[in-house]
T-cell receptor, first 115, second 113 residues
Framework: GAVVSQHPSWVICKSGTSVKIECRSL??????MFWYRQFPKQSLMLMAT?????????EQGVEKDKFLINHASLTLSTLTVTSAHPEDSSFYIC???????????FGPGTRLLVL | AQSVSQHNHHVILSEAASLELGCNYS??????LFWYVQYPGQHLQLLLK??????LVKGIKGFEAEFIKSKFSFNLRKPSVQWSDTAEYFC???????????FGRGTSLIVHP
């Protein structure tokens, strides 16, 4: 089946620094990638949808200047949390969709802890 | 906007018990329905999906779900659970041709030996 990887799997950073998370589709081309945030014991909250080569579409309430998304190729999307604060600590999950498919394949997630 | 409700937030069962997790959605048009599972420390995996056809869908690991259009439901079932089924289960719905799913808040299942 389709495999999606994320790197790093976990990261600890100081408040005010920026953190980049990579999401890669390993064995298929992902025309669309999604970024989610998951709080403990809660569901996935969609942050943004990104299509290769175009600007990401952010969900209401998600700051586009804080969560920078780049989908430069059909196999890679990156999420950069800029000037991270402790309240940004969370589990970030990406998923990927290939053209013509309606099934998303999820990455393993990245746990971010901002001190 | 559509919403997805999972009524059981926490379920605790003994091994070999039968399982049914509820999922209801609010959208009157065409839907695609999914159940995902998240084992402890692992990523979300697709259990099963319904797009069209037979409303009784069989998935991996002995799970099945039934789409009942009149009830706007897509309940997940397994006749006999195992300890290894301990996980979070999420129902998700794509509505109206959208490929962006709406997730339910999840059900935490604990199966004890």
């Amino acid at each position: 089946g389709a495999v999606v990887s994320q790197h790093p799997s976990w990261v600890i950073c100081k408040s005010g620094t920026s953190v980049k998370i990579e999401c890669r589709s390993l064995d298929f081309q992902a025309t669309t990638m999604f970024w989610y945030r998951q709080f403990p014991k809660q569901s996935l909250m969609l942050m943004a949808t990104s299509n290769e080569g175009s600007k990401a579409t952010y969900e209401q309430g998600v700051e586009k200047d804080k969560f920078l998304i780049n989908h430069a190729s059909l196999t890679l999307s990156t999420l950069t949390v800029t000037s991270a604060h402790p309240e940004d600590s969370s589990f970030y999950i990406c998923s990927a969709l290939t053209s013509g498919s309606e099934t998303q394949y999820f990455g393993p997630g990245t746990r971010l802890l901002v001190l | 906007a559509q919403s997805v409700s999972q009524h059981n937030h926490h379920v605790i069962l003994s091994e070999a018990a039968s399982l049914e997790l509820g999922c209801n959605y609010s959208y009157g048009g065409t839907v695609n329905l999914f159940w995902y599972v998240q084992y402890p420390g692992q990523h979300l995996q697709l259990l099963l999906k319904y797009f069209s056809g037979d409303p009784l869908v069989k998935g991996i690991k002995g799970f099945e779900a039934e789409f009942i259009k009149s009830k706007f439901s897509f309940n997940l079932r397994k006749p006999s659970v195992q300890w290894s089924d301990t996980a979070e289960y999420f129902c998700a719905v794509n509505a109206g041709g959208s490929y962006i799913p709406t997730f339910g808040r999840g059900t935490s299942l604990i199966v004890h030996p």
